[in-house]
């Protein structure tokens, strides 16, 4: 996509380097939600006593190094789409554009 005048590519215009980043910033989250969710299964476990203490114990120490890792991750990769390399007319302002009314 691109503005009106065609001169300034849009931040997220198809195959642009912001948009990448967005997409493996969206898909690091899933992966510290995953993470996360690990740890709660394992919370759960711990507190009824149906499994392993051991096993439990380090499936939720793993889902939380997961998690932190996977967060960083996904806020390094929302760094880098807001960055002024990866939004290639950040420094060029932008046409106003204002609406027309037919006087209705």
């Excluded at 510290?32 to 711990?46: E, I, P, T, Y």
């Excluded at 990769?77 to 209705?104: C, H, I, K, N």
């Amino acid at each position: 996509m691109r503005n009106r005048d065609n001169s300034v590519p849009l931040a997220l215009e198809p195959g642009g380097e912001a948009r990448h980043a967005l997409v493996a910033s969206a898909l690091w989250s899933g992966l510290g939600f995953v993470g996360a969710s690990m740890v709660g299964a394992a919370l759960a476990l711990l507190s009824s006593g149906g499994a392993a203490p051991l096993l439990t114990l380090a499936s939720g120490v793993g889902g939380g190094i997961l998690a932190a890792l996977a967060w960083r991750r996904a806020r390094a990769a929302l760094d880098q789409a807001e960055s002024a390399d990866a939004m290639p007319g950040a420094g060029v302002p932008r046409p106003v554009l204002t609406r027309f009314s037919s006087g209705y």
